[in-house]
């Protein structure tokens, strides 16, 4: 079975419009610096949904993603390895506070 690479969720926090026809997002990625995660920009299309759709979205797959991990975490228990256990169990914390980012977002950004 091929494994796919993930999409990391990104949490959308400001736009900004450039001219008639574009708009840069500026983002949070899974990318760290230290222990903190670097802001990153892309740009869209006018048209392109607005930030809160996108963050419901990325929510969607943070949870995905989360669930998936704990699946593969249960996993390395049951088989006893212990170091594959940790990293996964780190990464399952990360997550976990990436959420309660999204979490305080959708707080102060209510539609």
Not at 15 to 34: C, P, Q, R, T
Not at 60 to 65: A, H, P, Q, Y
């Amino acid at each position: 079975m091929k494994k796919k690479t993930p999409l990391h969720p990104r949490l959308y926090v400001s736009e900004e419009l450039i001219g008639s026809s574009k708009k840069i997002l500026k983002y949070l990625s899974n990318d760290f610096i230290g222990s903190k995660r670097v802001l990153k920009e892309k740009f869209f299309d006018i048209n392109d949904d607005s930030i809160h759709c996108k963050n419901k979205i990325e929510y969607e797959k943070l949870n995905k993603f989360i669930k998936i991990q704990k699946i593969v975490l249960n996993k390395h228990k049951k088989s006893r390895n212990y170091d594959a256990e940790k990293v996964v169990s780190s990464s399952i914390m990360l997550m976990q506070d990436f959420k309660k980012k999204f979490d305080i977002w959708f707080l102060d950004n209510k539609n």
